[in-house]
């Protein structure tokens, strides 16, 4: 299903939080889209897009895409952005690297990630 949304982008929707019929709702001031169900789902800022929903145990599954086609940048998220109190650490595992990338508290901002690219995450809150 893709979502035309009036003055916001074209998005491929998919039901990440297992509801069909979502619906999604588009800030030009901000450029920022949010599943109106859930608010967590979907984020897009420009060319880069945080795409986000709930694991067991409290994790969360993050991914994060670079749609542009001229550089490549870094991708930041709020932990507010995915349900995770802004105080909280939590640790962010680079799950297709298998590898550890660290404890943050409040938001995490990636490596740059090239034109096209994705990189998808775990982020598991610390007890």
């Not at 995490?108 to 775990?122: A, E, G």
Request: with cysteine; proline share 5%; charged share 20%.
């Amino acid at each position: 299903m893709t979502a035309n949304l009036r003055d916001g982008p074209n998005v491929d929707v998919r039901t990440c939080n297992g509801q069909d019929y979502q619906r999604w709702v588009w800030n030009s001031t901000d450029k920022i889209m949010r599943n109106q169900h859930s608010g967590l789902c979907l984020t897009v800022q420009q060319e880069l897009e945080v795409w986000a929903g709930p694991l067991s145990n409290n994790s969360h599954a993050v991914v994060l895409l670079n749609r542009g086609s001229i550089g490549s940048e870094p991708i930041s998220f709020k932990w507010t952005d995915i349900g995770i109190p802004r105080d909280r650490a939590a640790t962010v595992r680079d799950l297709w690297a298998r590898k550890d990338l660290g404890t943050f508290t409040g938001s995490f901002r990636s490596q740059n990630i090239d034109p096209h690219s994705v990189m998808m995450l775990k982020v598991t809150p610390k007890e």
